[in-house]
C-alpha cells in the first residue's frame, strides 16, 4: 500500500469495496455502473487505487436503498474474503491472541481509511471495541459494515463462534432489527451515543489459531512504516479538504458553503484556515490534483467526464490546469501511468504469494 498516495483530502482504499461489489452483485444492482462512476474498475479494487470517500459513502447508501438490500453493510461483511483488509489483517491475523489483533486493528485503522478509527476500552469485566467516523461524512452503511467484519474476522482468526453481549448503534432503529441481531448473536441497541460492540473482557485472551510471531514483527514493522507516514490527527484544515472533496461533483466548493457546512461564519472560516497556513484556493487546487491523478490513473473515464467530476466548466480549462500542475498532458500522464502501475500490480501479486506461502 502506498502510503504518498494518501492525503487528508476524504479519500479511502478502494479495497473497501470488493465485498460491497459481491454482495450488490448478488442483487442485481449495475455494479459496473457504480464502479465507473466511483472512477474504478474490478481489477482496481485489489490494487492500491484510492477514492473519495465522500463518492463512495454516497454509492453504498444509494445501493442499500435497493430493494432487497436493507442490510447492505451486514451482507457486505458476510462476503470478505481473507486479505480484503490488505496490511491491516496481516498484521491482525499473526498475533496470537485477540486482544492483540484487536489492538492492532486499533493502531492500523487508518491505512485502509484515514477517516476513521478504532478504540478500545477495557474496564472490568468488559471490553468496548468502538469505530469513530472522523470524517465530515457518516454512512450508516458503513458503520454497520466495518462493526460485523470486525466480528467476523474475529471468528475466523479465533475458530470461534464468537460473540458480543450487546452491539450499539448510533442511528436509528431500521425496518428489520432481527437480521442484525442474527448476524451478531446479541442484542443489538439503536439510538445509542456510540457505534461499538461490548464483550466479556476475557474473549480478549481468546487464542488465535495460526500466530506467526516472526512474520507478523514483519508486519508490524512494514505496517508501522505506512501509519507514521499518514496524518495523526484531523485538523480543520483536513476536515475542509473533505468537505471540498464531496463538494466538487456539485460544482459548489466555495468559501460561502463550506463555512455553512461547518455550521461557521465565512470570517471564522477563512481565520481558522490562515491559522494553519493554508488558503482556500490551494486547498481545492490540492483536491483537484489528487482526484485528477486519482481519475487517470484508476478509471476508463473521458476528459469531459473527468473535467466535470472535478468542477471545471470544460475539458479544455481541466487540460490546461493539468499542465500547469505537472508539466504534461492529462493523455501523456494516464499512458505513462498505466505503464507504471502495471508493473506495480505485479509486485503486488507477487508479494500476496509471499504472505500466501507464510501462513
Known amino acids: ?20 461489489v459481491q454482495a450488490m452483485g448478488e442483487r442485481s444492482v449495475d455494479v459496473e455502473g457504480e464502479l465507473r462512476g466511483l472512477g474504478l474498475d474490478r481489477v482496481r479494487l ?62 492500523f485503522m487508518h491505512l485502509m481509511d484515514p477517516g476513521s478509527a478504532l478504540s478500545l476500552q477495557v ?46 448503534f448510533r442511528h436509528d432503529l431500521p425496518a428489520r432489527k432481527s437480521s442484525y441481531e442474527r448476524s451478531f448473536g446479541a442484542t443489538v441497541r439503536f439510538g445509542a451515543g456510540k457505534d461499538a460492540m461490548i464483550f466479556a473482557a476475557s474473549a480478549l485472551d481468546m487464542p488465535l489459531t495460526r500466530p506467526e510471531p516472526v512474520l507478523h514483527s514483519i508486519l508490524e514493522r512494514h505496517a508501522t512504516a505506512l501509519a507514521e507516514r499518514l496524518p495523526s490527527r484531523r485538523s480543520f484544515k483536513q476536515k475542509v479538504l473533505d ?41 481545492v487546487t490540492g483536491v483537484r490534483r489528487a482526484m485528477a491523478v486519482q481519475y487517470l490513473t484508476s478509471s476508463e473515464m473521458s476528459m469531459s467526464e473527468i473535467a466535470f467530476a472535478l468542477g471545471f ?38 508479494f500476496c504469494s509471499l504472505l500466501a506461502a507464510s501462513g
Open 123 to 168: 474496564s472490568g469485566d468488559t471490553a468496548t471495541l468502538c469505530y469513530h467516523m472522523e470524517s465530515s461524512i457518516h454512512s450508516v452503511t458503513a458503520v454497520e459494515f466495518v462493526l460485523a467484519s470486525m466480528l467476523f474476522i474475529g471468528r475466523r482468526l479465533t475458530g470461534e463462534p464468537l460473540c458480543p453481549q450487546e452491539v450499539h
Open 243 to 283: 468537505l471540498i472533496a464531496e463538494e466538487l461533483m456539485s460544482g459548489n466548493p466555495g468559501v460561502e458553503n463550506l463555512a455553512r457546512r461547518l455550521e461557521i461564519s465565512t470570517r471564522t472560516f477563512l481565520r481558522r484556515l490562515k491559522a494553519e497556513d493554508a488558503s482556500h484556493r490551494e486547498l
Open 46 to 107: 485489489t490494487t492500491d487505487a484510492w477514492v473519495s470517500q465522500a463518492r463512495v459513502a454516497e454509492t453504498l447508501e444509494r445501493a442499500s436503498q435497493s430493494p432487497g438490500f436493507g442490510t447492505l453493510g451486514l451482507r457486505a461483511a458476510e462476503c470478505l474474503i481473507p486479505g480484503d483488509f490488505d496490511v491491516l489483517e496481516y498484521v491482525a491475523a499473526t498475533c496470537g491472541t485477540l486482544g492483540e489483533a484487536i489492538r492492532a486493528g486499533v493502531r
Open 313 to 350: 466548466s470544460t475539458s479544455n480549462s481541466f487540460h490546461k490546469a493539468f499542465r500547469q500542475w505537472f508539466g504534461t498532458t492529462p493523455v501523456a500522464y494516464r499512458r505513462d501511468e498505466g505503464e507504471r502501475a502495471s508493473g506495480e500490480l505485479k509486485l503486488n501479486e507477487s
Open 1 to 20: 500500500m502506498d502510503a504518498k498516495a494518501v492525503s487528508s483530502s476524504g479519500l479511502c482504499s478502494a479495497r473497501w469495496l470488493r465485498p460491497f
